[in-house]
């Protein structure tokens, strides 16, 4: 039997995430207040606490865990809609490990190094690599992958950008063109999964934006009233509720069975993990639609922070191109995923 729930020692590096987040990023924010940006003195504070490092062997300089407490962490992320450019950080160290350059790794896990995310835009050819870069506004580093690999650019080297509103305003948004220059740092899929792992943990973020919105809509649902008694009273709502709880359920164990295949090596850990990414979307995004639901009219103003999940869910969802690759997986697992992305392209 499989064990997904978390050991004690896991829980504990769960307890002391939650409560750094709800110390200095808690979701809910004072009016006018920069929603989701980290600044350089908080961000040298969670590489103090060791983030970063937290899936690194020892012998390197990290904490010696394995890629599902990665996991737990960007489920945390995910749950108080924190910047992207944390998991960016926690990949970047490990292109550095896998290109070998110990200064680098050592000048990310100190957070001295900043980096920020590196999207092709959806419809955007191969050619003309045309990018989103995401929270990269104040970072030094930008991480990019696709199917062949993980990769580190110098931010300087996307000059000039031009900065673009975002549907996710917590998210410092930017247009560029890929540099010519070669990356920073680059790590081959085959010599690494790392485009897996990145996919992993934007499912474990998915899974936390779901469950955050299931438990946003029972406390609303359990303090708002309507003719005399909370509206989660009603059985319209009680099935909701329920429904987003199952939603959650099937998403965490999925995505992390995929994270301990992909953890052992197992052979259909791409299958696994294409598997994830479909069902903690689905559950993100449908969570966080009832939830604004459920929060009737108020949940769709600026006010409620219902729609942050909603925004934050879409935002994952386009990262990395995923959503393709799930199920072009899941469609025929026995084929290459770069053999099929050839021949459909």
Not at 231 to 254: N, S, W
Request: charged share 20%; glycine share 10%; hydrophobic share 50%.
């Amino acid at each position: 039997m499989i064990d997904l729930l978390p050991s004690v020692e896991q829980q504990q590096i769960i307890d002391s995430v939650v409560e750094f987040f709800e110390r200095a990023l808690p979701v809910a924010r004072p009016a006018g207040a920069d929603p989701g940006r980290i600044s350089a003195g908080l961000w040298k504070e969670i590489a103090g606490l060791g983030w970063f490092g937290l899936g690194l062997a020892e012998q390197v300089g990290g904490a010696g865990y394995s890629l599902v407490e990665e996991m737990l962490v960007a489920r945390e992320i995910g749950r108080h809609v924190a910047s992207p450019a944390l998991f960016a950080a926690m990949l970047a160290a490990h292109v550095a490990v896998h290109a070998g350059n110990a200064l680098l790794l050592k000048r990310i896990l100190s957070g001295e190094l900043r980096v920020g995310l590196a999207n092709l835009l959806p419809g955007a050819s191969r050619r003309a690599r045309n990018f989103h870069l995401l929270d990269a506004d104040s970072s030094h580093l930008v991480l990019y992958w696709d199917e062949a690999g993980m990769g580190l650019h110098e931010r300087a080297s996307f000059a000039p950008t031009t900065a673009v509103d975002s549907l996710d305003e917590a998210v410092h948004l930017e247009r560029a063109v890929a540099p010519d220059s070669a990356p920073f740092a680059w790590v081959s899929a085959q010599r690494s999964p790392l485009p897996r792992r990145a996919a992993l943990l934007i499912c474990a973020q998915q899974v936390g934006v779901a469950e955050a919105a299931k438990d946003d809509a029972v406390a609303y649902a359990k303090v708002r009233e309507q003719f005399g008694q909370p509206i989660g009273a009603f059985q319209a709502l009680k099935h909701e509720c329920a429904d987003m709880a199952v939603e959650c359920e099937a998403a965490y164990a999925q995505t992390f069975f995929a994270g301990l295949t992909e953890n052992d090596g197992l052979a259909d850990a791409g299958f696994q993990c294409a598997a994830a990414g479909l069902l903690a979307t689905e559950a993100a995004l449908g969570n966080a639609r009832a939830n604004i639901q459920i929060h009737g009219g108020i949940g769709f103003t600026s006010e409620c922070d219902a729609h942050r999940y909603l925004k934050r869910a879409h935002l994952l969802a386009q990262l990395g191109g995923a959503a393709g690759r799930h199920w072009r997986l899941l469609v025929a697992p026995s084929c290459d995923d770069q053999h099929l992305s050839d021949g459909l392209s």
